[in-house]
């Protein structure tokens, strides 16, 4: 069975990659017209294939795993260039299309394996171009084929193709792995029981009801998706992690399963390209890149602060699935598109809210005089009616109205999606005091118990502080004091204080226990940030730099909205900026990408990391951290590092990601961040409260 390739000679982001990947499955996974990528059938290059003469004409058939993998990066009018006539999931009622070919692109599952077997049966496509988002099972295979030979329909299967897709990019450096496929309606598991849908990674990893079975099998499927992205990437990395954890189990996992495809890789005689073939002979030791795997409990602080970045935001105030924004508007529902073809999302996701109200009042001004300009030069009184164009007028200015016109037009629709979404925000914003609970946990390094216990019941114009802020608050203060610095009686006014406010604090005590755990086995060392020191510094030599931005904006944006709520709303909420930091995943990464920038306290911590290198012979670990008589041998490993992925083992979080954007932005480096999923603050405390109720039976 062929295997899909995806290689690059430049560097690309995992996103285009992906995109990339997915365009050639969509051209039938043609091998590029370039010799270095001339390959068998099923191979393919890493560049999307170019065009020539007319698309084939196809049906694309999904599942709902699939769907969620290109949604995030393929919209309908690219499907239709790359020749999809029709796109439809797989357990449906599908008519017959006898002179069409079939692409299908499917989780591999006994059930899909069935379906697509009824299918062939029945012969409902020209041919059948079979790809699976992650590698076939040798079981599934031959049940395939027995139903092939079965049937006599093998000559109608064209294609049987490996993909390693079996992840969701929604931005050009952010990923995170699907989700597991839905049990059989008849099958529950005990874990899965107390939740609505599949549980979580981390309920799974920290769940005193999990099964050694369910765990084993949990990390088998984090290190099978992990290996998809990295495949995408094309490159062996050197894989770091911290020991005694899941982290260090997935990486093990994850090193032999890129060993194993190097191998195969090697033995291979068939003509077919192969996984991460460019690496072996393209890419110097110097040139590779690292892979961090990091255990989520490394720091909870930055999923559960309140963030001020737009991204941040919109993920902990609003419903975002697959860059997919719902917002609630006057008893209706608006959903809105946010990816990397909407430019003001592009340029403004990763920036504080004040700087991005002000760039939506700038753009706004900079569409009024493209607009006035054109209709200045060409008579048209309104941009968005093209027929009112005077065809006696000079032949330069209708050229120039009627290619400008389209994209003027664009360029509104994304600031009026914008100008609605940071609308909702700020309405969220004066309504839970996000601001005031932004500063706070700021400066969370010097408040006491008394000053939270005051923050939480001071009386505020707008309203009470919601239960669920309050308890992230009080846990975003525990966890950021260092150990035993706030007493019993302490933890108990807070307690008493959330309940009175009607909170549940299962999550507090999940968290106090583990903290307790982890203190006692010391498996998490005294300087981690996040356990035992404040990993939200402090606000000193900021000067006046936390009171920028929306100065325009509540001057000049009344009349961009008929009832003036923008600029109400405005006036009541701070202003403040976040302070220059590095959260503790940050810190880490600093430490292994660039040691010469980084604290002795962050090297200790990372020198202990084990290190793994699949493509050094297996015996070579033999000295290496985390391997027996590694003592003092880490050190001589520290390397430099100019590309990285990080990937956090039980959820990612927009907060950290901001961060780790801003740390890359800076130092020129290029880093890919990623989790087993994406998990906004509000789902996570969910998570510990599920958690604090099952340890408390």
């Known amino acids: 069975m062929a295997s899909n390739l995806r290689q690059s000679t430049a560097p690309t982001t995992l996103q285009q990659a992906q995109t990339n990947a997915l365009l050639n499955l969509l051209s039938l996974n043609q091998t590029v017209d370039t010799p270095a990528n001339a390959t068998g059938k099923g191979g393919s290059g890493f560049n999307t294939p170019p065009i020539s003469g007319p698309p084939v004409w196809k049906v694309l058939v999904l599942d709902q795993q699939t769907k969620d993998v290109l949604a995030t990066v393929l919209r309908v009018q690219d499907l239709r260039d790359a020749g999809v006539t029709l796109h439809v999931q797989l357990h449906t009622l599908r008519p017959p299309l006898p002179d069409v070919p079939a692409v299908y692109f499917v989780s591999p599952t006994l059930a899909n394996i069935k379906r697509i077997a009824q299918d062939l049966q029945k012969s409902l496509y020209e041919s059948f171009h079979l790809n699976f988002v992650e590698p076939l099972p040798r079981a599934l295979l031959e049940e395939l084929a027995a139903s092939v030979a079965q049937d006599g329909t093998g000559e109608l299967v064209e294609q049987v193709v490996d993909q390693y897709l079996s992840f969701i990019a929604p931005s050009p450096s952010l990923f995170s792995l699907l989700p597991p496929p839905p049990p059989p309606p008849s099958v529950t598991s005990p874990t899965q029981s107390s939740f609505s849908g599949p549980a979580s990674t981390y309920t799974i990893l920290n769940s005193p009801s999990s099964t050694e079975q369910q765990i084993e099998e949990e990390i088998e499927r984090v290190a099978n998706g992990l290996f998809s992205a990295v495949a995408t990437t094309g490159h062996v990395p050197f894989i770091r992690a911290p020991r005694g954890n899941a982290a260090e189990m997935i990486a093990k996992k994850l090193e032999t399963k890129i060993r194993d495809a190097i191998l195969s890789a090697s033995r291979s005689h068939s003509?077919?390209?192969?996984?991460?073939?460019?690496?072996?002979?393209?890419?110097?030791?110097?040139?590779?890149?690292?892979?961090?795997?990091?255990?989520?409990?490394?720091?909870?602080?930055?999923?559960?602060?309140?963030?001020?970045?737009?991204?941040?935001?919109?993920?902990?105030?609003?419903?975002?699935?697959?860059?997919?924004?719902?917002?609630?508007?006057?008893n209706a529902k608006k959903s809105y598109d946010l990816d990397s073809k909407d430019f003001f999302w592009a340029q403004n996701a990763a920036s504080p809210f004040p700087q991005v109200a002000e760039e939506i009042d700038a753009q706004l001004n900079k569409y009024k005089q493209d607009a006035a300009e054109i209709t200045r030069s060409t008579g048209v009184s309104d941009v968005n009616d093209i027929s009112q164009l005077d065809l006696t007028t000079n032949a330069a200015h209708l050229k120039t109205a009627i290619t400008q016109l389209p994209e003027l037009t664009a360029r509104k629709a994304t600031l009026d999606t914008h100008m609605n979404i940071a609308t909702a925000l700020l309405e969220q914003i004066k309504k839970r005091g996000l601001d005031e609970l932004f500063s706070t946990e700021e400066a969370i390094s010097r408040q006491t118990t008394a000053s939270i216990l005051e923050f939480l019941r001071a009386s505020r114009p707008d309203g009470e502080l919601t239960p669920l802020d309050k308890l992230r608050l009080v846990l975003v203060f525990y966890l950021s004091a260092p150990d035993n610095a706030i007493s019993k009686d302490d933890i108990s006014e807070l307690e008493k204080e959330l309940k009175s406010a009607g909170a549940d604090v299962a999550a507090f005590d999940y968290v106090r226990r583990t903290r307790e755990i982890s203190r006692m086995t010391s498996s998490i060392s005294t300087g981690t940030a996040g356990t035992a020191t404040p990993s939200l510094g402090s606000v000193a030599g900021q000067g006046g730099e936390l009171f920028k931005g929306f100065s325009a904006l509540g001057n000049r944006l009344t009349d961009r909205l008929k009832d003036g709520r923008f600029d109400t709303l405005i006036s009541g909420v701070k202003n403040f900026l976040p302070t220059n930091k590095l959260f503790p995943v940050t810190r880490l990464t600093e430490a292994l990408m660039d040691s010469s920038a980084a604290s002795n306290q962050s090297l200790a911590e990372t020198d202990e990391y084990i290190f793994l290198d699949p493509r050094a012979p297996r015996h070579a670990h033999a000295g290496m951290p985390g391997a027996p008589g590694s003592s003092g041998v880490s050190r001589g490993k520290r390397m430099a590092f100019a590309e990285g992925m990080v990937f956090i083992v039980g959820g990612a979080g927009y907060v950290e990601y901001g961060n780790l954007e801003e740390w890359a932005g800076k130092t020129g480096k290029r880093v890919t961040y990623g989790g087993t999923d994406i998990v906004d603050p509000g789902g996570f405390l969910k998570i510990l409260e599920s958690l604090g109720k099952a340890g408390a039976v």
């Open 271 to 330: 003509g077919t390209t192969t996984l991460f073939a460019q690496d072996s002979t393209g890419l110097s030791n110097l040139q590779r890149p690292l892979l961090l795997i990091l255990d989520r409990n490394v720091d909870l602080v930055s999923v559960l602060a309140h963030g001020w970045t737009y991204q941040a935001l919109v993920s902990d105030c609003l419903d975002i699935k697959l860059n997919r924004v719902t917002v609630a508007q006057q």
